[in-house]
Structures are given as C-alpha cells and as structure tokens.
C-alpha cells in the first residue's frame, strides 16, 4: 500500500524503515529537495592568515594563557571529546592489493618499485604492532624471525589483515597499537587517556574523557579503557570518567538515484548512509559539557612527547578563558545598561569575530546580547605543508565577513578565484581546538541553534555498480559550528601527527626512544 504524501508516495515498509531509525517523512523529503536543489556555494573571501584572521604565534603569551587554564582546570571545568569511530581501513588500504610488492620485495634486493611498499617492508619490525603480529604469525606455525631474514612477508600480511588474524583493516584506528614505551605497546585510546592525565593532573584530581565509537566495537573500547583508567589511577591518583556514544541513526540520510529519486536495492529497499561527522554535533551537546577540548584519535603523540602538545593544550584553553571572560563582561554590562554598553559590545563584536548589525537593525543591544549569547571555540591552525585538511577563510555571511573552516568539497573548484584562493592558503585545521558550550550565565546552549544547514557536502558514490548520490550533514567544525563565536591561533606543526596511513607510525612525531 502506498501512502501520499505532499511530495513522495512512500510504501508502509519505507516509512517502517524510517521509524526503525527515527527519521521522519518530512526529514527525508526535506533531504530530497536539497538533492534537486542545493544551496549555493559559500562565498569565501579569502584565506586567514597569520595577523589576518589567525593570531600569530610570536603574540602569545604562553605563561599568562597556562595560568588562565589552570585556574579553571582547577575548578574542573575542562573535559575532551574525542571522535573515535573511524575503522582503519583507509590507513592499511595500499597493504590489501601487495602480491607485487611482495615477490619484488622477496626476490629483489634492489627493493619495490612501490614507495609505501618499500617503506613499509623495510620498517615491519619496528611498528608498535609487530610484537602482536609476530605472535600471531607464530600461532600459524610460521617462524617469524626466519621469514624476516628470508624477506618472505606474505604471512605477516595475511595475519594483519585478514579475519584469521588480528583483522587490522576492519579494527577502528583507535584500537591499533601505535607507540612502544619500551614496556609494551599503547593504542591512541590509551595514549589519549595518558595525554589528558598529564594536561590535568597538576591541576585537579579528576577529569572527563568522551569518545563517540562505532556501536560494534564500543565493548572492546569500554574493556580497554577500563584496564587504562585503573592504571593510570594506581599510578599517578588522577582520576578519569570515560564515557562512550555512537553516532544516532537519525542523522543518517537517504541515499537517491542521479536524477534525485530515492535509491532502491534491488530487493525494494531504500538506502541510508551515515551523514558525516557533522551528526557528532548531538553526541557533543549530549555530554552536557562545559569546557571541552577537541582531538581526532589519530592525532596523537607518544607519551614522551606529550609535554610539547599540552603546552599548546593551554594556549587554546587560556584563550578559550579569556575570550569567555570579555563576553561575559560584556554581556553584564548590556544587561545592566551601562553607558557606553553597545557601543563597546558592537566594537568587540566586529573587531574579535566581524559581526556588523545591518543597516535595518534597530535594535543593537538586543542584536549584541544575542551574538555574545552564543558557544566559543578557539580553533588551533597549522601552517599548511600538504597535509590533508580542511582551511581557515574569511567567508562573507549574512552577519558580516566572519571566520569559518571550509573544507574543499564545500568550494567551487571550477572558479579560478577560488583555485587561486585555495593555492594562496597558507594554513589547515588540525582539529585542536577549545571550545565553550555554555552562555555568559552559565546555562548550557542548544548546539543545533547556531548550525548553518546549508552548509552541506553533495558527494557521488556507488551501490551494486550503480550510481548513487550521498548527502552529508554540515561537518562538526564546519557548517555544524558556522554561527559560534570563532577565534584562530597558530599552533606549531608538533601538534599534528596524524595517522593516514600505516607508515605515518614511522615519523619522528611517532617515534620514542624505546624505538632507537
């Protein structure tokens, strides 16, 4: 039986499937019309740079900022968000098709004509992973030692990959041994663990951590982070509550033909996709947070080197601080009617976040209170050396000219002014930032209310060799923080070591003493 609609017939089994996931037809036909009728591209201005738009490095205080933090640190203020549900199968991509690389690695000293190849063979030994991978291999019958001395590497792969083995390319990054302490290998969810015991330690006795994961692997990070709390606890007292969440059904989004009809299998059913990390903006706002900081698994450090980031740690959180305090201050006086109240607040409005009250607005105090009554976020920016990454821009609104991280996919790389725009960036986003999810009264914010929802990303894919179309909500950092109130800082490249791929693990960023 169908059922009518305004826009769509859609069977009793759509909508049954609909309400398994809790989206309505109203969503969906919503998510249908901005397939036949995107938004325009966002108008980008130019890329902040370094005294345009991103406060230089040279200009920070560094002590004053680490006295800031600590103080609120103290007061329990801080916890982190970090987005963990990413499986690692990007990052062992090039290992799945190796056959070649691995006769040329076997039979010619010469090494693979394969760069990764050849990166990755000859530094086998020296992943964090290997001990576990040499064990398995060893469980298989196989003499690892024996097979590294002969260059026969085949059975290391096989018990990397595959489901026999430690399943590497379906296991979530945050799962896999990255770092060697030189007592026994760590994960990215340990070594965040351990990065936020030595942030905080030293300033109060507790702390939160929250990781968002995939619904089939949240047990695995409960038990492993579990063993690592009790650790770190019995060694160093710091106490720290870790929370889990996955990313809601709901956000997901319905996946259509090329010509904007609603994709169907070939038995009938309709197709959802997830929609992207911008669906994490609930997870966020769910932790009923405060102060939180903001970190991808992948991008983290062994515990020798964490000292170096933290430092960094505190800048953005001291001037996460600072730039509350000067709202709030702000804000009291607006609300008191101090003389003098608007001129001022519309002066920092312009000057710290290039909001301009139009021409028709009759009201400033009113148009003040409300920018001012909105989440912060102090967003670290690296200097652009290729690394992958979404950009600072000055992006022209309809509240001025204000600061925006845009990823590539968002611009219109048709246009030369935007190509040229793109090649005269000189900064990324490392996704290291501070952020503030409570107004100046201390009362917590709905995170859904400053999302521009059209700043979404049309991406083209395929199902059982068919074309489809996919919609993806507006990125966490992105359009899902479009309307906060948004300051830059240059961070050093130290506190980006991502891992894209298994070779990353061989960067000095990566690398210990234990490794020498």
């Given amino acids: 039986m169908l059922i009518m609609r305004d826009e769509m017939n859609w069977s009793q089994k759509d909508l049954d499937a609909l309400a398994e996931r809790g989206i309505s037809a109203d969503e969906i036909e919503r998510q249908l019309r901005i397939f036949r009728s995107p938004p325009s591209p966002i108008v980008v201005i130019r890329p902040c740079k370094s005294g345009d738009g991103i406060v230089p490095m040279d200009l920070i205080d560094q002590e004053r900022l680490s006295g800031l933090f600590n103080r609120e640190a103290g007061k329990g203020r801080f916890s982190r968000f970090v987005p963990a549900s990413g499986a690692a199968t990007r990052m062992f991509r090039d290992l799945f098709d190796s056959h070649a690389a691995l006769e040329e690695w076997r039979l010619n000293c010469d090494y693979p004509s394969s760069p990764f190849h050849r990166q990755f063979f000859s530094g086998l030994t020296r992943f964090a992973f290997y001990p576990e991978l040499s064990a398995v291999v060893r469980r298989q019958g196989k003499n690892p030692e024996q097979l590294v001395k002969e260059r026969d590497l085949e059975p290391f792969i096989d018990a990397m990959l595959s489901s026999r083995g430690l399943d590497y390319g379906r296991t979530p990054k945050g799962l896999i041994p990255f770092h060697n302490d030189g007592m026994s290998s ?9 990065e936020t015991c030595r942030l905080l330690s030293t300033c109060c006795s507790e702390s939160s951590v929250h990781f968002t994961v995939s619904p089939d692997w949240q047990k695995n990070f409960a038990d492993l982070a579990t063993n690592t709390v009790r650790s770190i606890e019995a060694k160093t007292g710091f106490r720290i509550h870790v929370s889990f969440s996955c990313q809601d059904p709901a956000t997901d989004t319905i996946a259509t033909t090329p010509d904007h009809q609603p994709f169907r299998t070939a038995s009938g059913e309709l197709v959802f996709r997830p929609a ?15 102060l939180v900081l ?4 992948d991008n983290v450090v062994p515990g020798e080197r964490q000292d170096d980031v933290n430092i960094w740690w505190r800048v953005v959180g001291g001037l996460l601080v600072e730039l509350e305090e000067t709202i709030r201050e702000h804000w009291a006086a607006l609300t008191r009617q101090a003389p003098g109240a608007v001129d001022s607040a519309c002066a920092f409005l312009k000057d710290t976040f290039g909001y301009q009250p139009s021409k028709a607005c009759d009201n400033p105090a009113d148009w003040a209170l409300a920018r001012l009554n909105r989440p912060i976020r102090v967003c670290g920016m690296v200097r652009n050396t290729g690394e992958p990454g979404g950009g600072p821009f000055w992006v022209h609104t309809s509240e001025g000219v204000t600061r925006q991280i845009v990823e590539l996919a968002q611009l219109d790389q048709n246009d030369p002014k935007i190509r040229h725009m793109v090649a005269d960036s000189t900064h990324f986003n490392p996704v290291f930032m501070a952020c503030g999810l409570r107004n100046p009264a201390g009362e917590r914010l709905d995170l859904q209310t400053f999302i521009d929802n059209d700043a979404i990303i049309l991406t083209e894919k ?7 179309r996919a919609l993806e909500r507006p990125g966490l950092w992105n359009g899902a923080m479009a309307y906060w109130n948004t300051l830059f800082v240059e961070v050093p490249e130290e506190v980006f070591q991502p891992v894209k791929t298994v070779n990353d693990l061989l960067r000095p960023g990566h690398t210990t003493s234990a490794d020498l």
Avoid at 186 to 194: G, Q, V
Avoid at 294 to 297: C, E, G, W
Avoid at 462 to 468: L, N, Q, Y
């Fill in 186 to 194: 760590l994960t990215p969810l340990e070594e965040h663990l351990w």
């Fill in 276 to 290: 992207g990390h911008g669906a994490l903006i609930s997870n966020l706002a769910a932790t009923g947070s405060d």
């Fill in 294 to 297: 903001i970190k991808n698994i």
């Fill in 462 to 468: 395929s199902i059982e060799g068919r074309p489809i």
